[in-house]
């Protein structure tokens, strides 16, 4: 082991097998020159981003780092298995380079003295197919995230590094992204299909994603306003870019009802990606001054189908004020290979996730009764499909994004996932009854909304905040034992249920569906029994996607695997199984399944005799109705 000094001080391992560095800690110097990185991304029949590289250097060691901790994905997320072909040289000639053994998103090289520039070239080799990952390269569109397409020199803060970048896009193509082009007109590429961007810091690059596609169309969400906010629309096929104007004008309310709410807006300009594609992958993910969205080809042209999908938009955009502009400090890192800890990500999510379905009532891009009817399908969880409750708390499902990072999970009722967001949502229902009850119902969780997130009008540097501050501003709307109430609630072994009565409504089960679940169980593609059977399957052919921990179906031996074939001696179709549940209310026989599993087909009984169970809210009749008053417009 010896000491060397690169821009900091690097502690080495050599071996035949291995070369491990002790990476650096970031330092807020700024680095010398631009670092400027150009994209081919004409290659859609491969689905291959090419990059190629400058980085002004000086003689000596130098580590280069791929982005692996990704904001919004609270993780350790980089793409570095589809980094390749990677080749790095000074003065046209090649130079060696060496995987860290220990990191192996580090790259270890030495620079020749006199050297004042490298180029670094490499392909990212995009998803073919979703079980390889997202696909984010289609024949009609594309989604360029420049953490993937993007080395940095290691010991540096991102925001410390300008960044020049530019995308060569195919022939025909419009694009949409926050940053600002360097020269040209906006959203079309020169006539070689290139597009270059101003300077910016490596953390802004990162934060500014690019759509590119044949069908775009750009709507102007926020006219007349000093700020622009604008919807661009990317489609598979043309047709599906039609929106009619009553449609614009609910996502122009979500951009007026949340001006209204927070009091401010932290950027200069926003920018709403949101592809309507059956080919790209899904997506919904924040930024500070854009946001990446997905959503069914037929989002405008079959309106009343798809209400299950219009909180994205709120909750994407509300992040620029939670998240993005007042961030966790835990979540605030220098740079994107310093570990990220989420343990306010039930602040961060959860209430994003509570505005989101607010806004969505608020702008009219949900009626209020599809509001009511969405959170009663997340008081139907919290109430009877969360037994992991039994042994794991809110709090501790912060550690998901690292711990499981989205991985079909076996049973999720007991392993539980990221429940700060939907728990945390619920967490927030009940700090705003209370508020409201406090205050006598003059104060809310919009006032400290307004003066949590919207501070410092215009500004977006990030101003993070922890625990403590959030209980102070809560108890600046109202006073109390702020941090006991967030921490009975998040730290308990039992789901935090009471501010639904609070807010003067109850869960409750009828034998159908509100029109809201069925247009949810449409968009999956399955029938959901979990209240009932404790089982939802797949409609078309049967297959079991979810069996509740310790329901009705897994007591009698059905694990989440295999299908259904048949239903008390009838072939299987949802509506036998609805039959079947019918039938069973109030009599003496078990239900009969015939399950394939594999190779091996079995009869399952099920002892279940309480019919159908769909949820729904109900009023509870002499309290306040504070639930109708949240989910109103603000005029």
Request: proline share 6%; with cysteine.
């Amino acid at each position: 082991m010896f000491r060397i000094a690169a821009f900091a001080s690097l502690c080495l391992v050599c071996t035949h097998a291995s070369f491990a560095v002790e990476i650096a800690s970031p330092s807020a110097d700024a680095w010398p020159g631009v670092v400027r990185v150009d994209v081919d991304a004409t290659d859609i029949d491969h689905r291959i981003f090419r990059v190629r590289e400058q980085i002004s250097v000086v003689g000596g060691p130098l580590t280069l780092l791929y982005p692996q901790w990704l904001p919004g994905k609270h993780a350790p997320r980089g793409q570095i298995d589809k980094l390749a072909g990677l080749h790095i040289s000074a003065d046209g000639k090649a130079l060696e380079w060496k995987r860290d053994a220990l990191d192996v998103y580090a790259f270890h090289l030495d620079v020749p003295a006199g050297a004042s520039k490298l180029l670094v070239e490499f392909d990212f080799l995009s998803s073919q197919d979703p079980a390889q990952g997202r696909v984010v390269m289609t024949p009609a569109m594309l989604n360029l995230q420049w953490d993937t397409v993007v080395l940095y020199p290691a010991g540096m803060v991102a925001h410390a590094i300008t960044v020049e970048a530019s995308v060569k896009l195919p022939s025909g193509w419009n694009y949409a992204t926050a940053l600002d082009a360097a020269s040209g007109l906006a959203n079309t590429p020169g006539a070689d299909g290139q597009v270059g961007f101003k300077p910016v810091p490596l953390d802004t690059l990162v934060d500014s994603p690019l759509y590119a596609g044949r069908y775009y169309k750009r709507t102007d969400l926020a006219p007349g306003a000093s700020v622009p906010v604008r919807l661009n629309l990317f489609a598979d096929e043309a047709k599906n870019l039609e929106a009619s104007p009553g449609q614009l004008r609910l996502h122009r309310n979500l951009v007026e009802q949340a001006r209204r709410l927070y009091g401010s807006q932290h950027y200069d300009h926003y920018d709403f990606l949101l592809a309507l594609s059956d080919e790209l992958g899904g997506i919904g993910l924040e930024h500070h001054r854009s946001s990446e969205n997905s959503a069914d080809p037929a989002y405008f042209t079959d309106w009343d189908k798809q209400a299950p999908g219009r909180d994205l938009l709120p909750h994407e955009y509300t992040h620029s004020w939670n998240g993005k502009f007042r961030r966790p400090a835990d979540l605030a890192t220098p740079n994107f290979n310093v570990p990220m800890q989420g343990s306010l990500l039930w602040v961060y999510e959860g209430q994003t996730q509570y505005w989101g379905y607010v806004l969505a009532a608020r702008s009219g891009l949900w009626s209020v009764e599809q509001a009511r009817d969405a959170l009663a399908l997340v008081a139907q969880t919290y109430t009877h499909n969360r037994p992991g409750f039994a042994w794991r708390d809110v709090q501790d499902t912060t550690n998901d994004p690292i711990l499981s990072a989205r991985r079909p999970q076996p049973y999720r009722s007991f392993q539980m996932n990221e429940d700060y967001y939907s728990a945390g949502q619920l967490v927030w229902l009940a700090v705003d009854a209370k508020l409201r009850e406090l205050s006598h119902e003059r104060r809310s969780l919009d006032d400290f909304a307004r003066a949590f997130f919207g501070v410092d009008d215009g500004s977006y540097a990030v101003r993070t905040y922890t625990f403590d501050d959030v209980a102070h501003a809560l108890n600046a709307v109202a006073p109390h034992d702020w941090a006991a109430f967030l921490r009975t609630r998040v730290d308990a072994l039992a789901a935090p249920l009471d501010g639904l009565a609070a807010s003067g409504w109850r869960l409750a089960y009828t034998d159908k569906p509100s029109a809201y679940q069925r247009s949810v169980e449409a968009e999956r593609k399955v029938v959901d029994f979990s209240s009932s059977l404790g089982i939802t399957v797949a409609t078309k052919d049967g297959k079991i996607s979810d069996v509740r921990w310790n329901g009705p179906a897994f007591k009698a031996g059905l694990g989440a695997s295999g299908s259904l074939v048949a239903v008390n001696s009838r072939s299987f179709t949802p509506d036998r199984l609805k039959d079947a549940i019918v039938a069973a209310k109030g009599g003496h026989a078990p239900i009969e399944l015939l399950v394939k599993d594999g190779d091996l087909y079995r009869t399952v009984h099920v002892d279940y005799r309480e019919g159908l169970k769909y949820p729904h809210l109900e009023r509870i009749a002499g309290t306040p109705d504070r639930l109708s008053s949240i989910l109103e417009p603000r005029r």
